[in-house]
């Protein structure tokens, strides 16, 4: 690896010779611009606007372009002569945890190398203090005319360095939050919990970029003079318009895509993580019953009393059957009169009720 900076942490009054190199690297197809008509290289030149020519590499310098236009010129003596002592050297400032840091903060990785044979012991004393205290280093450099704040961390046997942004670079995220209020329900979570679960997890090292492989299948079908395979247009999404439904279609399809057979509740749309939710429905109300009815119902309790009587009198013998009307006859009058004396005397004779008198 070719190193990009060389220079030194310091660690107190422990000097440690480094070399940083790019811990990262880009994999990506990279194009050029060319004429459309004729295939030719389009390049950028680099010209003088006063002479009206183009310049090389070794005659560009840097300059400040004040309010007024006015271009004052930056040598890079004048930028190492400046009094900071993070011009050539990582200066650790404080040991922290790992998760003081905001990921927001997180820039470019480097490795850090020890330089030279001398470097060894002091770099191997604070990969091991890093390692046993579970702590990250902040530290203050200056790389590329500017000076930056930057994370120590131990990978394998290295020592990484993270540039991290200065806090002030953080945009607040004012008005990206939904402007909205939306409740969202104890269910609603479950299942989003569930589709979790389902997903778990997996192992970065097994991550690819599928589209720069399909860049570089298409190319190479190109350079041999073949159409390149197209890929059908994936289908348009559909509107979510309920929420439920569509995490637990997708905690389903979570499910079959790992070969796992979907519970028999998910399977017939029954929500998963909950219980359905059952609704008591209240009764109807009895109507009430007027005179008319009631009597209808008496008459309707005499005919049947008296069919059911008929049909036991026409299964008794004829002696028997003469003997039952005889008694039945006798027992009617008897009744008949005694109703007839208790209405009597329940019935006392009505008193006249005076009339009043007009004047």
């Not at 969202?184 to 997996?202: I, N």
Request: charged residues 30%; proline residues 6%; aromatic residues 4%.
């Amino acid at each position: 690896m070719r190193s990009i900076w060389n220079g030194a942490i310091s660690f107190g009054l422990v000097s440690i010779p480094i070399k940083l190199v790019n811990a990262t690297e880009s994999h990506s197809v990279s194009f050029r611009q060319i004429h459309t008509e004729d295939g030719g290289r389009i390049r950028y030149r680099k010209v003088c606007e006063l002479e009206d020519r183009e310049v090389a590499q070794a005659e560009i310098g840097k300059a400040y372009e004040d309010a007024d236009g006015t271009m004052i010129p930056i040598t890079d003596e004048d930028l190492a002569q400046l009094p900071i002592p993070t011009a050539k050297t990582i200066e650790i400032v404080a040991f922290v945890l790992a998760d003081r840091i905001d990921p927001l903060q997180m820039d470019a990785a480097y490795y850090l190398s020890a330089n030279g044979v001398p470097a060894a012991k002091p770099y191997t004393l604070l990969r091991e203090a890093l390692k046993r205290s579970q702590k990250v280093a902040i530290a203050k450099y200056a790389l590329r005319g500017r000076e930056r704040l930057g994370m120590l961390r131990v990978v394998d046997d290295v020592i990484a360095m993270h540039g991290l942004l200065w806090p002030d670079e953080i945009r607040v995220p004012e008005g990206v939050a939904p402007d909205t209020n939306v409740t969202v329900r104890d269910k609603e979570l479950d299942l989003a919990d569930a589709l979790m679960d389902t997903l778990g997890e997996v192992d970065l090292a097994d991550l690819h970029d599928d589209y720069r492989e399909a860049v570089e299948e298409m190319i190479t079908a190109k350079a041999s003079g073949e159409h390149p395979a197209t890929s059908p247009s994936p289908a348009p999404g559909a509107k979510v318009l309920d929420l439920m439904a569509a995490l637990e279609k997708s905690v389903r399809e979570a499910k079959e895509s790992r070969g796992e057979e979907p519970d028999a509740k998910e399977s017939d749309g029954t929500e998963t993580g909950a219980k359905a939710e059952v609704r008591r429905i209240s009764p109807r109300a009895t109507p009430k019953q007027t005179p008319g009815k009631k009597s209808t119902s008496t008459a309707t309790k005499k005919t049947t009393t008296a069919k059911k009587s008929q049909s036991q009198r026409q299964s008794e013998s004829p002696a028997s059957a003469s003997a039952s009307a005889k008694k039945s006859t006798r027992t009617t009058k008897k009744t008949t009169a005694t109703k007839s004396t208790t209405t009597a005397k329940k019935s006392p004779a009505k008193k006249a009720t005076p009339r009043k008198r007009t004047a």
